[in-house]
């Protein structure tokens, strides 16, 4: 991620979590900002990326199924909202990092939104963490 951020002007990182039920909600939200703004969801570099993590851990409770589909959607609105901007000048380019530890629940969904946003300046890196199967990612 460090090297990541070197590729960004202004080193400010939008910062999400899926499958957490967030303060003030009964349900799991499959898209939230971990700073807990999800209007502007932006960190100051790796280091606010971890204090974001660090804070929002003892806050939301971590909660399945794992559905990626929900906030590959929102990124690839993001997405098509920068392209839309964009100049030859102003260039801009998303990176989705996915950290998960849980197997893909909405696999078909997820598969869908990923093609869709194929056309778009984006691309998706996931990263299974733990013992489960990951085997469905690389589909």
Do not use: W
Not at 2 to 7: D, R
Not at 20 to 30: D, E, F, N, Y
Not at 46 to 70: D, R, W
């Amino acid at each position: 991620m460090g090297i990541l951020q070197n590729y960004d002007a202004n080193k400010m990182i939008p910062v999400y979590g899926f499958g957490g039920i967030v303060p003030g909600q009964k349900t799991a939200s499959h898209c939230f900002a971990l700073n807990g703004n999800i209007y502007k969801p932006e960190v100051n570099g790796v280091e606010g990326v971890m204090q974001a993590y660090h804070e929002s851990i003892s806050k939301v409770e971590l909660y399945g199924p794992t559905n990626f589909a929900c906030f590959l959607k929102y990124v690839n609105g993001y997405a098509t909202t920068l392209q839309r901007e964009q100049t030859q000048i102003n260039q801009k380019y998303t990176i989705l990092l996915i950290l998960t530890d849980g197997i893909i629940t909405d696999l078909n969904n997820t598969i869908d939104q990923v093609v869709q946003g194929s056309s778009l300046p984006l691309s998706i890196i996931i990263v299974g963490i733990g013992e489960a199967d990951f085997d469905q990612m690389e589909q």
